[in-house]
């Protein structure tokens, strides 16, 4: 796209950059250095809606980041981003337990993961809430079963799935990390 200046000379133009607004850097800032809580941001993406998902996780605290990602295929949930979403919580629990004994991080008292999927709080379901989808009940049931060995091998440490709601996704470095990881596991570009 060009604008025309005055002398009918053609200048291409940018885009602004948005700056994050003070408040965000420091919440940023924040979540980095805390020393109570583990942080993870959990995301998907679909490869032309191929049934190939990329998932990406990023976990953040103490001063340190990890960031995770790798291709999963399931042709029979093609377009079911839903699918992808729980995939990528039940990917960031599965090295959960890497991160913390890697000896680079004290044992945290809480670990918060984040999702960007509205529904997340109902993995707690047992039917979970898609009838004609028994697959992602049963990564539901595998991530409960998760939740339930992590809670007793780590009694002191509270275990947390949560939504990530659009206040918390804007101006966040890690979230954009998570989806730019999950773009980068199945050769998409990454998100600006």
Known sequence: MYQVNGNGDKAALHREQKVPPKEARERADNWLWDQEVL?????ASELKRQGIFGLGAIYIGQG????????????SMQTVSIYGEIMAV????????????????????KVIINSDWNGIDLVHDEDMLLEKFPTINDVAKK????????????????LIVSYLNSDEKRYNPFYKAAH????KAIGLSRMR
């Open 39 to 43: 942080r993870v941001f959990v995301d």
């Open 64 to 75: 340190c980041t990890f960031v995770k990602s790798k291709k999963h295929y399931n042709s």
């Open 90 to 109: 039940d990917f960031a629990l599965q090295h959960l337990d890497f991160v913390m004994n890697d000896n680079l991080i004290t044992a945290p008292s």
């Open 143 to 158: 991530i409960n079963k998760k939740l339930e060995l992590f809670s007793h091998s780590n009694p002191d440490i509270d």
């Open 180 to 183: 730019n990881a999950s773009r």
